[in-house]
C-alpha cells in the first residue's frame, strides 16, 4: 500500500497542489469581470465624430446616429421660343432642394430604425422612416416601413453621392420611389453577391397613407460583383430589377421633367392610361477602374388593360466620370457611396477631389399601335464636381434637353452647394 501511495496517489496530489493556485486565479479574474459586466451603467455611451454624430454603448450593442443634409440649388433657364409657347416660360430659380435630419440606430445588436424628415417645402415630409430586423435565420434581414423600393442602380445611390444634380430621366418616368412596404435582402458570396425583395403598396399622400384596395406591387432586385480588386479601386457591377403592379385607381401615367427640379414642366407625359397591372423591368452596369468610371441602365415599361391592348415604353441612360485628382467611386453593398479626398480643400493646400462627368439619356413614351404620344426626349449633360472634404461638395451640370414634344431646346446651368452632417 505504501508502494502504491508513493508512485500513483503522492505524486497526484502534488499535481493538484500545484495547480491550486492557476485555479484560484483564474476563478479570481472571472469573477472581476463579472463584477465589471453588472455594475457598469447601461447608460454609459461613447460619443464620437465618423463622418456623422455617433453614440455607442460601451459592448457596442445599441448604436446610434443622427445626421442630416443642405443642398442648396440654383438654376439658369435658356428655352427656344417653341419651347416656352408648348410648355411656358422657364424662370431661373434657387431652391433647397433637400434639408434632411435623421435619426437611425441599432438596438440589443438586432433591431434597426430610422427616422428621416425632409423640410425643405417648410414642412416635414416622410423619408426613410422603417424598423428593421437584422441576421433572421433563413430569410436574412427584414424591412418594415417607408422605404426605396429595389429597383434601379441610380435609386439606390443616396442623393448625397450622385454624380448629377437629378437623377436621369429614366428615374421619374419609370422607378417607384419610397413607398409602405415590407422587404427581406442579405448578401451572399462574402458581399459580392445583394438581393431584395419586397411586397409594397403606392402612398402618394404625406404621411404615406394606401388605403385603395389592390395597389399593390412585387418588387426585386439582384446585383453583384463579378470583378472586384484593390479593396474597390477596380470593380465591375451587373445587375438587374423586375416590378409588378397593381396600379391605384387602374391608372398608369409616365412622365419626367428634363432632369432639372426646378423647372415644373414635364416635356414628355403620357398622360393618365388605363392600367389593368404595369410591368417594369431593368438592367444596370457601373465599370470602376481607378480614377475612371462608367455607368448605364435601360429600363423598359409594359402597360396592360389599355383600351389597344397592351402599350410598352422604355428608356436609358450612359455616364461617365475622371476623377481628375485620382480619387475613385467608393463601393458599398450594392450601390456607391461617399467620396473620401485625398486631401481635404485648403487643408495643408490641399485641392479636395475633382471630378469631371458626362452623361446620355433618352426616354420613349411613344407608342403608336397603342395610340400612345406621350414624346421622346434625349438630354446631354456635363458636370463638374468638387469634393471640398468628405461632408461637402460643390456640383456643376449644363443639361441641353431636346425634347419631340416641340421643335426647339433647352439648356439649363445648375449649380449646388452640399453640406452633410
Known amino acids: 500500500m505504501s508502494n502504491i501511495f508513493r508512485k500513483l496517489i503522492f505524486p497526484f496530489l502534488l499535481v493538484l497542489w500545484s495547480a491550486v493556485p492557476a485555479l484560484a486565479g483564474d476563478v479570481e479574474h472571472r469573477l472581476d469581470a463579472l463584477e465589471r459586466e453588472l455594475t457598469e451603467k447601461p447608460g454609459d455611451f461613447r460619443v464620437y465624430w465618423e463622418n456623422g454624430l455617433r453614440f455607442d454603448s460601451k459592448d457596442r450593442r445599441f448604436k446610434y446616429r443622427l445626421g442630416g443634409r443642405i443642398q442648396n440649388d440654383w438654376a439658369f433657364f435658356d428655352a427656344d421660343p ?6 411656358g416660360s422657364q424662370k431661373d430659380g434657387v431652391e433647397f432642394r433637400r434639408a434632411q435630419i435623421y435619426l437611425s440606430g441599432l438596438l440589443y445588436n438586432r433591431v434597426q430604425f430610422k427616422a428621416q424628415y425632409d423640410f425643405a417645402g417648410g414642412t416635414a415630409k416622410f423619408k426613410d422612416v422603417f424598423i428593421g430586423l437584422l441576421d433572421v435565420p433563413v430569410v436574412g434581414n427584414i424591412l418594415v416601413g417607408h422605404f ?5 442602380l441610380e435609386t439606390h445611390v443616396s442623393n448625397k453621392y450622385l454624380t448629377f444634380l ?60 463579378p470583378w472586384f480588386e484593390r479593396k474597390g479601386r477596380h470593380l465591375l457591377h451587373l445587375g438587374a430589377s423586375y416590378s409588378y403592379r397593381d396600379p391605384p385607381g387602374g391608372t398608369a401615367r409616365f412622365r419626367t421633367r428634363p432632369e432639372a427640379h426646378l423647372t415644373e414642366s414635364r416635356f414628355v407625359d403620357t398622360g393618365p392610361l388605363m392600367a389593368d397591372s404595369v410591368q417594369l ?14 455607368q448605364a441602365e435601360y429600363t423598359r415599361a409594359w402597360v396592360a388593360g389599355g383600351v389597344k391592348g397592351e402599350a410598352g415604353f422604355d428608356g436609358f441612360y450612359a455616364q461617365a466620370g475622371w476623377f481628375l485628382t485620382g480619387e475613385h467611386r467608393p463601393y458599398l453593398g450594392g450601390a456607391f457611396s461617399r467620396v473620401i479626398p485625398r486631401k481635404n480643400f485648403l487643408d495643408g493646400g490641399g485641392l479636395g477631389a475633382w471630378q469631371v462627368v458626362a452623361r446620355y439619356s433618352q426616354v420613349d413614351l411613344d407608342d403608336a399601335e397603342a395610340g400612345v404620344k406621350g414624346g421622346f426626349e434625349e438630354n446631354i449633360t456635363l458636370g463638374l464636381n468638387g469634393f471640398l472634404n468628405p461632408q461637402t461638395r460643390l456640383m456643376f451640370n449644363y443639361t441641353h434637353a431636346s425634347p419631340s414634344t416641340a421643335s426647339g431646346d433647352l439648356d439649363v446651368l445648375q449649380m449646388r452647394f452640399q453640406v452633410e452632417f
Not at 426605396?148 to 434601379?152: A, G, K, Q, S, V
Not at 458570396?189 to 412585387?218: M, Q
Open 82 to 87: 417653341e419651347i416656352e409657347d408648348a410648355f
Open 148 to 152: 426605396i423600393e429595389p429597383f434601379l
Open 166 to 225: 437629378e437623377r436621369s430621366l429614366l428615374f421619374e418616368a419609370f422607378a417607384p420611389d419610397r413607398n409602405p412596404g415590407i422587404a427581406i435582402y442579405d448578401q451572399e458570396l462574402d458581399g459580392r453577391l445583394f438581393w431584395a425583395a419586397g411586397w409594397f403598396k403606392e402612398a402618394a399622400s404625406d404621411p404615406p397613407v394606401a388605403r385603395e384596395s389592390g395597389n399593390n406591387a412585387v418588387t426585386v432586385r439582384l446585383a453583384g460583383l
Open 281 to 294: 423591368a431593368n438592367a444596370e452596369a457601373a465599370w470602376v477602374a481607378g480614377p475612371l468610371s462608367l
